[in-house]
């Protein structure tokens, strides 16, 4: 009798992430999407397991996000908003606030996705299309002279309904409320809409905990700032997907393996001391991985890690391993290991991962759930092994949704049941998989895990470190890093600092070393999101060389890049493939 054919076991990884928005300098927050996303995404990625206790998944939190989400916590304690927008929500006087203020609430509250955050809603739209009736007669010295305070304490009390998860809509008796009134809302109706963004952020850290220790999630980490760390660590290392491309005008970036080492080190430190154990599994940022990367990582006791799909076909022949069917060689955890220590990598399914991140939205629920399930189920009946498959769903966790009907609401809420709920499907975590590995009846009952002897150096998009080098603004930005960089050096040499002065500096190059301002460089992106990005990288430069005691190269207040393109899901998101 032909034995039961195995269970597929499906990763489901959410990444979460946003970049140090703080001023260091100002101790000011410079954008909102950190508190924004909390009350939106992370808030509604947490009910959804909650409300469907059987369904598993694993959370990537970066851990300059945590942070943040510490820090707004803390200011809702001391009652003292360092977030100009946010506090204007509850500014009692909105008739006595400056033109920089009036300038922020038009600017920031229609920043949002029109088709299912705005227009949704009627009296969203009205003000809306007040602005742009006088918008085009609006005087320079004085353009918000027909807003009213009224129009403004609405208009901002609107922005953060919209930006309230469905979960909040559905479940908090305020959002409710307010959404029901619609016009006209007092101070007291901002306050209360105040007081549940301040519940509900100081909410999630202890939410995701308590889900993680009911082993209904993984929680892993990234490098704190999250920096690429191949390119951290060897800008050619850029040439293993890019023969041919143009690097920065500096070889390499000076120190950076030290630098890479104190961000895996940092995440680890920071993670136990958040959560109480140490994180097993590591997202590289962007799943940016090289042979020196992963070495770095089990180096440090990382267990696991996860990259994209073309890294592995990439690897599979450098390894001359060749390539067969992706159901032959995708769905399988590999070992990667220096000689000393190993480390499990897991990689990213790209159609699977694009169609929730780029095609569901799309799709009524029933037939995407439905598409997704009858791909598994694919999968599973086609493996011919007696190891079960393992199927890694991995994507960005927070900017999908407003992009579907109910910010996913429906189509989570029917993923997870009809995953939880399969029988020959298996919700299951990395480490889980892990344990399956290490576990004495692994070579009975385990799973496939090859060695992978070579490592192409690459990411999740395309395999390649294109988002951020290889290209005019792109290496620009590296060369103007790499500049700072050896300031920072000299002044660290010359002992004119003292310890305080000192862990400022070093907090401040490691937020220039984020990935983030590079992957916004660059034509395909659009011009408002480039400049908002082109501002806050060179301003934390400028901030580097200020604590720094140093002159500010003049450079610094020219323009990187400009942007003008129209990218998916405005730039926020790339597909894995081309």
């Known amino acids: 009798m032909k034995p039961t054919r195995p269970k597929l076991y499906i990763n489901l990884y959410w990444h979460m992430h946003q970049p140090d928005y703080r001023d260091i300098v100002s101790n000011e927050y410079v954008l909102p999407w950190t508190y924004l996303h909390a009350i939106k995404d992370y808030s509604d990625m ?69 088709e299912k955050m705005l227009s949704p809603f009627p009296h969203y739209q009205r003000l809306l299309q007040l602005y742009q009736l006088i918008e085009p007669i609006a005087d320079d010295k004085d353009e918000f002279h027909y807003l009213s305070a009224q129009y403004k304490a609405d208009l901002l009390v609107w922005y953060h309904l919209a930006w309230c998860g469905e979960s909040l809509r559905r479940n908090n008796k305020v959002v409710q409320m307010l959404m029901s009134k619609g016009l006209s809302f007092t101070p007291e109706d901002r306050v209360k809409l105040f ?75 920071y993670h136990t001391n958040l959560f109480g154990q140490a994180p097993r599994g590591m997202w590289p940022a962007e799943g940016g ?21 073309a890294v592995l076909a990439n690897s599979l022949l450098k390894s001359q391993m060749g390539l067969q069917d992706k159901n032959e060689y995708l769905y399988q955890p590999y070992r990667v290991t220096n000689g000393k220590q190993d480390i499990l990598c897991f990689f990213r399914d790209d159609s699977l991962s694009d169609k929730i991140g ?31 498959k393992v199927v890694s769903v991995i994507l960005d966790g927070e900017n999908a949704w407003e992009y579907y009907p109910y910010n996913g609401y429906y189509f989570l809420n029917e993923l997870y049941a009809a995953l939880a709920n399969h029988p020959d499907i298996e919700m299951t975590t990395f480490s889980d998989i892990v344990d399956l590995y290490q576990s004495r009846e692994y070579k009975l009952s385990g799973i496939s895990a090859p060695t992978l002897s070579q490592i192409a150096a690459g990411s999740w998009v395309y395999g390649t470190f294109s988002t951020w080098i290889g290209s005019k603004d792109k290496n620009l930005a590296w060369d103007l890093l790499c500049v700072a960089k050896k300031t920072y050096d000299d002044v660290i040499l010359s002992n004119i600092l003292d310890a305080s ?19 916004w460089f660059g034509d395909y992106n659009s011009s408002d999101s480039v400049a908002s990005f082109d501002q806050l990288y060179r301003r934390n430069l400028i901030n580097l060389y200020t604590l720094l005691q140093q002159p500010v190269p003049a450079i610094l207040h020219k323009t990187i890049s400009t942007g003008g393109g129209n990218a998916d899901n405005a730039g926020t998101m790339r597909r894995g493939q081309v």
């Open 501 to 519: 002065q000192l862990k400022a500096c070093e907090r401040q190059l490691s937020i220039c070393e984020g990935s983030d301002w590079f992957w």
């Open 46 to 114: 947490a009910y959804h397991l909650e409300a469907n206790p059987k369904a598993r998944a694993t959370f990537n939190f970066v851990p300059i996000l945590l942070e943040q989400l510490e820090d707004y916590t803390t200011q809702f304690k001391q009652n003292h908003i360092r977030d100009p927008l946010l506090a204007l929500l509850v500014e009692p006087d909105l008739a006595s606030i400056s033109y920089e203020q009036c300038r922020l609430i038009v600017n920031s509250c229609f920043k949002s996705h029109h």
């Open 195 to 269: 007081d549940v963004i301040a519940e509900t952020i100081s909410n999630l850290i202890p939410r995701y905990k308590a889900l993680m220790e009911s082993k209904q999630i993984e929680i892993s980490t990234t490098p704190y700032y999250h920096p690429i760390l191949p390119l951290l660590i060897d800008f050619k290392s850029t040439i293993d997907a890019m023969p041919y491309a143009p690097l920065p005008k500096y070889a390499r970036y000076a120190g950076g393996q030290e630098r890479a080492a104190s961000h895996v080190v940092a995440a680890s430190k």
């Open 289 to 309: 991985v090289s042979n020196a990367t992963l070495s770095l990582m089990a180096e440090r006791g990382v267990e696991w890690a996860a990259t994209g799909q």
């Open 358 to 388: 780029f095609e569901y939205a799309k799709m009524h629920t029933p037939n995407a759930v439905s598409d997704f399930i009858q791909t598994l189920e694919g999968i599973q009946q086609a493996n011919s092994h007696e190891y079960p």
